[in-house]
């Protein structure tokens, strides 16, 4: 078996002591939550890190909650934590759904939310469910404390705009208004709907009285570099009543604004297929939600 190159070790216990180490080390050095990302991508040498700092001692990064205003979950809470969670499925069925199906149950159980967005893979799950739940991430570093909405942390392709001691320590996501519904759907290679996603959409709208769209956010996967949000295709659903003939329109839009490419998984024109085909599906089940129907 291929032996990973050496590198320096830290197991710190308080948040301060870790953003220290990192802001100490050479910029190749990476964080480990879960470790499901990280190991596999030093095993292929897409990462050679000289410093490896785990996050697990600190406390305080685990766990869901109710906050002021919204749901605090922090960075290191698996994906099994936030698929079981009533109050994520109650509140924000698209990351429930999309932690549901994200990879097996044994990656699930060591995978963490905070791991999903630090990876920065254009096929993640969680990315565009937390984007279109309106979440922002409270991100600890050398320069100290800020809070920065989730869909403008990726910068390319497996990059963040998070500097290199940079630490995400939790996600915030706002309560619901009334009216509201989300979900979040996806295609993988076998079907099975739990591998990495050949093209997903999630998708969330606050329906008003009249029944028009009064706030739509839309979000792709495996559709282009980062984890998307389809602000163009979200102005077509905008203000108007979500009939088929006009959810044909917004799905034909997203498949105009997602620039996929092709590989050994799936070519350039079935993902742009997909597209269209999963956002009339995600806004499908995100009106059932919002009208309190029951999932079929
Ligand atoms: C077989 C397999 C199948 C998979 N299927 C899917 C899938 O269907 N959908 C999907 O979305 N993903 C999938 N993944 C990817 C992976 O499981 C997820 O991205 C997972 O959530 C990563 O979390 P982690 O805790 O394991 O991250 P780690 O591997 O520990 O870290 C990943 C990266 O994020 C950074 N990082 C970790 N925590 C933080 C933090 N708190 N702040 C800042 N940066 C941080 C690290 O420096 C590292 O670069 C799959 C992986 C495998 C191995």
Redesign the pocket.
């Known amino acids: 078996m291929k032996r990973l190159r050496e590198f320096d070790y830290h197991e710190p216990t308080t948040l301060g002591d870790a953003v220290a180490i990192l802001a100490a080390s050479p910029h190749d050095a990476?964080?480990?939550?879960?470790?499901?990302?990280?190991?596999?991508?030093m095993k292929i040498e897409r990462?050679q890190p000289s410093t490896i700092v785990n996050?697990k001692a600190i406390p305080g990064?685990k766990g869901i909650g109710i906050v002021d205003g919204g749901l605090r979950i922090g960075?290191?809470t698996n994906?099994t934590d936030i698929e079981a969670s009533v109050l994520v499925c109650e509140r924000h069925p698209a990351l429930s759904t999309a932690s549901s199906?994200?990879?097996?149950p044994p990656?699930r159980a060591?995978?963490?939310?905070?791991?999903?967005?630090?990876?920065a893979?254009p096929?993640?799950?969680?990315?565009p469910a937390l984007i279109v739940s309106g979440a922002t991430a409270t991100i600890v570093g050398a320069a100290g404390t800020r809070d920065e909405l989730v869909e403008d942390l990726y910068s390319g392709p497996g990059a963040t705009t998070?500097a290199s001691s940079?630490?995400?320590?939790s996600f915030f996501l706002p309560d619901p208004p009334a009216g509201f519904g989300s979900a979040h759907v996806k295609i993988?290679k076998r079907g099975s709907g739990?591998?990495?996603?050949l093209a997903g959409v999630s998708a969330s709208l606050v329906l008003a009285d009249d029944g028009t769209v009064a706030e739509c956010k839309i979000a792709l996967a495996s559709l282009a570099p980062i984890p998307l949000r389809a602000r163009t295709t979200e102005t077509v659903l905008l203000g108007r009543a979500p009939t088929d003939d006009v959810l044909a329109e917004v799905a034909s839009a997203a498949a105009e604004e997602a620039t996929p490419i092709g590989d050994m998984r799936a070519s350039a024109e079935y993902r742009t297929t997909l597209a269209r085909v999963l956002t009339r599906r995600a806004l499908a089940e995100a009106l059932s939600a919002a009208r309190g129907e029951a999932a079929a």
């Open positions: 990476q964080i480990l939550a879960g470790g499901t990302d990280l190991v596999v991508d990462l996050l990064l960075a290191l994906v199906i994200l990879a097996s990656i060591m995978a963490t939310i905070g791991g999903n967005v630090g990876r893979s096929a993640s799950d969680l990315g998070l940079d630490i995400i320590t993988g739990t591998d990495i996603a």
